[in-house]
Nanobody, 115 residues
Framework: QVQLGESGGGLVQPGGSLRLSCAAS????????IAWYRQAPGNQRELVAV???????NYADSVKGRFIISRDKAKNTVYLQMNGLKPEDTARYYC?????????WGQGTQVTVSS
């Protein structure tokens, strides 16, 4: 069983930056595929960024060049560095850990981009 806790969300002006954290307990998450998703009101949950167990990363086209997903194995934590934030990035961001037939979600953290 993996427990996930996201943090780092908040209100930021357009063009600003935030770093989201997803701290895990219960298992070493580096062996899993780890992803950040987001969901805005009225929209479906969408994949933002993913990091595979081998370290390869992929991003949604809408965030490429602005967001960076990374992990700290020693801290069992995954990060999402978000730069150049836009109002359309406003959403609740969720961390997901998946693998070995299991999928775990955190409670999410709200990101609001507004002037």
């Amino acid at each position: 069983q993996v427990q996930l806790g996201e943090s780092g969300g908040g209100l930021v002006q357009p063009g600003g930056s935030l770093r989201l954290s997803c701290a895990a307990s219960g298992s070493t998450i580096s062996i899993y595929t780890i992803a950040w998703y987001r969901q805005a009101p009225g929209n479906q949950r969408e994949l933002v960024a993913v990091i595979l167990s081998g370290g390869r990363t992929n991003y949604a086209d809408s965030v490429k060049g602005r967001f960076i997903i990374s992990r700290d194995k020693a801290k069992n934590t995954v990060y999402l560095q978000m730069n150049g934030l836009k109002p359309e990035d406003t959403a609740r961001y969720y961390c997901n850990v998946a693998g070995f037939g299991q999928s775990y979600w955190g409670q999410g953290t709200q990101v609001t981009v507004s002037s």
